[in-house]
């Protein structure tokens, strides 16, 4: 399957359970910059994140998940684990 | 009861400040006016939806949730319709056969009679229920279903506001709390684009890769590279 990678930010986001909020505060404390608009962009699929904003985006949902005691579900950029 | 009753309850909700007390406070508060605007209620309790559930989020006697939750357990009681059809439903006795007969029966088994559920609206959006519950049957006229409307209206907006407060306040939190994690991510990765001479991109990169090999959190790692940096002895100066 094509890795899409706005489609595995919605998949995170939804199993999270999170808000578009919840994972624009996550993206910020890890150094992001993008705002609530366009995070709430790229979760509804209108435009997809750049590599970097994606990058975050995956490091925020999977210290997540790491938190709640699962593996690491977001997969790297290019698809890999 | 008397207009003058019901304007001091009135005059009293549009005073309040949300900011004052905490939103639980600020529910409990309006539940208490709502039995002095409404005086045949014996208890009252508002329903709230807490992460998709329903739950009575404040009471003024604690028989309120006992009967609650024989609604919350079926799906299926005036409460809930008051909040899903947003008007207003009342049981005149509930020793009568009718529509939610378990939550009948369990109002009537805590000595309730008859029951007013009032949704809480604004701007078409419902924010809550209203339960007020009597001891005799029939307690509830016209006048009580008028006056509890123009209260419920009015407890809506103070919700809301509540509401609203209470979640400008967490968010501003939380962002407190994000913005102290960026710090020292950005300190780290000023670092280590110093050390690499790489770009903010590529030490952001570093930093994950460092986080992943090690299962530590990128902030730790962050803060990790920032102490010992700010520990390592300084050269001599000459």
Not at chain 1, 25 to 52: E, F, Y
Not at chain 2, 34 to 62: C, H, N, Q, Y
Not at chain 2, 181 to 199: N, P, T, Y
Request: net charge negative.
């Amino acid at each position: 399957m094509t890795f899409d990678p706005g489609r595995e930010i919605r998949d995170g986001v939804h199993d999270a359970g999170w808000t578009d909020t919840d994972l624009w505060i996550a993206s910020i404390a890890l150094g992001g910059s993008l705002d609530l608009g366009d995070v709430i962009a790229i979760t509804a699929g209108d435009r997809p994140p750049t590599r970097r904003q994606y990058d975050v985006f995956a490091v925020a949902l999977n210290e997540h998940f790491a938190d709640l005691g699962h593996d690491h579900p977001v997969p790297a950029w290019d698809g890999g684990s | 009861m008397s207009d003058s009753t019901l304007s001091e309850s009135l005059a009293t909700l549009s005073r309040f400040f949300v900011g004052d007390g905490t939103l639980e406070e600020t529910l409990l508060r309006v539940a208490e006016l709502t039995t002095e605007a409404i005086p045949a209620a014996s208890l009252v309790g508002i329903t709230l939806m807490v992460e998709g559930k329903p739950r009575t989020a404040v009471f003024t006697d604690e028989t309120a949730p006992q009967i609650d939750q024989s609604q919350y357990d079926t799906g299926d009681g005036p409460c809930l319709d008051a909040f899903r059809e947003q008007q207003v439903f009342s049981i005149a006795c509930t020793e009568e056969e009718g529509p939610w007969p378990a939550f009948r029966a369990a109002a009537a088994g805590h000595g309730i009679y008859s029951t007013l559920s009032l949704p809480l609206v604004v701007d078409k959006a419902t924010v809550g229920a209203m339960n007020l519950y009597a001891d005799r049957a029939d307690a509830f006229g016209p006048a009580d279903h008028e006056t509890g409307a123009t209260f419920a209206a009015h407890a809506a907006i103070v919700l809301a506001n509540a509401q609203a407060y209470w979640d400008a306040c967490s968010l501003s939190e939380r962002l407190g709390e994000a913005m102290r994690s960026r710090a020292v991510i950005e300190q780290a990765k000023g670092m280590l684009m110093g050390a690499q001479g790489c770009d903010e991109d590529r030490a952001f990169e570093l930093l994950v890769q460092a986080s992943q090999r090690e299962n530590v959190k990128l902030r730790d790692i962050a803060r990790r590279i920032v102490t010992s940096a700010t520990q390592r002895p300084r050269a001599p100066q000459r």
